[in-house]
């Protein structure tokens, strides 16, 4: 059955990248957001008309809605009007605009149960603000569900979290318990500058929620609104255009966005022509330059300045013929089918009469030519004027004007910034360390003693090769199963030199299997050093040194099976390791091994430790090569990291002291992630 719609068609609009359109009502007739009337109601009463909204798809298939009646709308209905900034962002490489609006918000998130009781609540939050505002303290009031005031915190470093204690009532083991129980929140802010409005004063709810067995945060008001029906939305419109379109629509919650803004990496043209014999692909090499707002065009000109001299002395030649032409011809029509070519030929020319092209046209090479035209090409693709839609989600919106900063600038381009002012604290700890190395080196090299605490992982090592000489059986060196660009692959190798030397010293076999290719011929090769340094090189035999498996259950099937047939008496895993580390080591201590193990991977120290004998946790895998061969310009970085992380324990320790005391200027020094 089909179905007609009853509805006059009085206003409609095809698929564009506008998200919003407009209709308002003066003297009785409908005029639309260009100005243009659409419907004269010609009745002195609008609400006798209904309103029927339809779509029509591709095939012409209409579907409509249900009649609606008109509804009178004030200004006071209307939602505020955000005032909005639009700027560079300061820490960015140049890619895109930061915009922000409006104060501070906060919003609790999720809760979570500390007792049995349920009268102990983690309760998790989170903020949103911006560069006009910049949040003191976060002041939680609690009241229950008959409006008793709980408690009153101060969240003056803001951790996201804070814990709040319930009354009795709210115990579940109390006669009082019941589960419609809900607990209200007042929230307001101190912050730095402008002070906020009284009344500036979010209220929520955390009602229990039998699915998820916890309280769930309810909506969140300001006011007496719900904030959650509100959406900011920005839009932007190119130097180079005319229209606006959309560039993120966010919840009434978040108070900055950033417009993202790509640089232009490349220019698509089509081929125009390809000839086969000569391997040739044609293309346009016009370019559109920079853009006329006064004529509202593109001028567009040539890559190659050659090409331009020819096409305008073809242009002028084709005027000067068409004009001539045009005296001989007596048809109105083709009169008009000439002067209309005439002046296209012209507009062409008029191409190189702005004064930029010609500035353009003078530079001495067509590198140098088009590096000019290319800067302002660029700077005007990317440059926008901004304004913004707030919208209360019941079809009323407000629109702002297009921003204004106080020079009168309209548009706005983003410029890559040489420092990012955010990791300025990282820039001050890398100055530190590196003069901490540099004072280390220089104690080094003028051969003061550089202590290092004992570690017994290492200090074991050569109990453990001489262990295996004593009973004339192999040792087994695994240097983890990641490649040669993970750190711990290369203190593994560090190590692994330390232990073939003293190996060859001994003359003890040494088997390494591997379970990377490109790890093979670097440890072979370190073997084979390590030998001519102990000043043994006949006894370096390069089979010992070899690839296994890459596949990692494989590759411990294949060191476990050489450990039992070898009967190795000593096993070293130094490297990362995985869930194939509890098995090796499993199957070491079943052959006696003695084992000393080393990792990064916080996952499996607890097993290395359960199963070996001796554990390097950590840095001190790290720290392994320089220990052993004392070399004073690796223990002097060494003693440097150490200085390190004394400095930082020590501002760890002000920094809680400070906090204790709701000082946090300290804390605000540190980036925040």
């Not at 095809?14 to 100005?35: F, T, V």
């Not at 229950?144 to 996201?160: S, V």
């Not at 009323?396 to 204004?404: A, G, K, P, Q, R």
């Not at 895993?573 to 990064?600: H, K, P, R």
Request: charged share 25%; aromatic share 14%; proline share 4%.
């Amino acid at each position: 059955m089909t179905i007609s719609n009853p509805a006059s068609l009085v206003y409609s609009r095809g698929y564009n990248n506008r998200n919003y359109d407009y209709i308002y009502l003066e003297d009785h007739k409908l005029i639309d957001s260009l100005g243009e009337v659409i419907f004269d109601a010609r009745s002195d009463n609008i609400t006798d008309f209904r309103v029927v909204h339809s779509y029509t798809n591709f095939w012409g298939l209409e579907s409509f809605g249900q009649p609606t009646e008109f509804r009178t709308v004030n200004q006071t209905d209307l939602p505020p009007k955000p005032q909005f900034t639009v700027k560079d962002n300061p820490n960015s490489e140049g890619d895109n605009n930061l915009i922000f609006w409006d104060k501070p918000t906060v919003n609790l998130m999720d809760t979570s149960f500390l007792n049995r009781e349920r009268t102990r609540l983690l309760i998790n939050y989170e903020y949103q603000t911006n560069d006009d505002y910049k949040i003191d303290n976060i002041f939680f009031d609690v009241y229950d569900d008959e409006g008793n005031h709980i408690t009153h915190i101060n969240e003056f470093y803001q951790n996201l979290f804070f814990r709040v204690t319930l009354p009795e009532k709210y115990n579940i083991n109390s006669p009082e318990y019941d589960e419609n129980r809900f607990i209200k929140f007042h929230i307001t802010f101190s912050v730095s500058g402008d002070e906020l409005p009284e009344d500036y004063i979010f209220e929520q709810q955390l009602a229990f929620d039998e699915n998820y067995m916890s309280y769930r945060p309810q909506t969140l008001y300001l006011r007496g609104d719900p904030i959650e029906n509100f959406s900011y939305s920005v839009y932007k419109k190119p130097y180079a255009g005319e229209t606006f379109s959309l560039s993120s629509r966010v919840s009434g919650i978040i108070r900055e966005t950033e417009d993202t803004i790509n640089y232009i990496n490349d220019i698509f043209r089509p081929i125009q022509r390809v000839i086969p014999e000569q391997q040739l692909y044609l293309i346009d090499t016009s370019i559109d330059a920079f853009y006329d707002k006064e004529n509202r065009r593109p001028v567009t000109t040539h890559i190659f300045y050659s090409l331009v001299e020819r096409k305008m002395s073809y242009y002028q030649q084709e005027v000067e013929n068409l004009k001539m032409e045009l005296d001989k011809v007596d048809s109105e029509e083709e009169k008009a089918h000439l002067q209309n070519q005439i002046d296209q030929y012209q507009l062409q020319l008029a191409m190189n009469e702005y004064e930029f092209m010609q500035e353009a046209n003078q530079q001495p090479s067509d590198r140098a030519r088009m590096r000019m035209i290319v800067r302002r090409r660029e700077r005007e693709l990317r440059t926008f004027q901004y304004k913004m839609v707030n919208s209360n989600g019941r079809g009323l919106f407000v629109e702002t004007d297009v921003y204004e900063d106080n020079l009168g600038n309209k548009y706005f381009f983003p410029v890559p910034n040489w420092f990012d002012t955010e990791r300025t604290t990282t820039l001050i700890a890398t100055l530190i360390f590196g003069f901490l190395v540099y004072i280390m080196v220089k104690r080094a090299k003028q051969g003061k003693d550089m202590y290092i605490r004992p570690i017994a992982g290492i200090e074991e090592i050569d109990n453990a090769i001489g262990r295996a000489t004593e009973m004339g059986r192999p040792i087994l060196f695994n240097p983890g199963l990641d490649g040669i660009s993970v750190v711990s692959t290369l203190a593994g190798l560090a190590i692994l030199g330390r232990v073939a030397k003293k190996a060859a010293e001994y003359d003890t076999k040494l088997i390494v299997p591997c379970r990377d290719f490109i790890v093979t011929p670097i440890a072979q090769e370190i073997v084979k050093e390590a030998h001519y340094e102990a000043g043994r090189p006949d006894t370096f035999d390069k089979n010992s040194v070899f690839f296994l498996a890459s596949q990692q259950f494989a590759f411990v099937a294949g060191v476990s099976g050489i450990m039992i047939r070898e009967k190795c008496a000593t096993n070293f895993y130094m490297g990362a390791y995985y869930a194939e580390a509890l098995i090796m080591t499993e199957v070491g201590n079943t052959v006696g091994a003695i084992q000393i193990a080393g990792t990064d991977a916080i996952t499996q120290v607890p097993f290395f430790i359960t199963t070996c004998d001796y554990t390097l946790i950590g840095e001190e895998l790290y720290g392994a090569a320089a220990y052993l061969g004392r070399e004073p310009m690796m223990m002097a970085t060494l003693k440097a990291t150490d200085a390190m992380k004394i400095l930082i324990l020590t501002s760890i320790i002000i920094g809680s002291i400070l906090s204790t005391a709701q000082l946090t200027f300290f804390i605000d020094l540190f980036p925040g992630e």
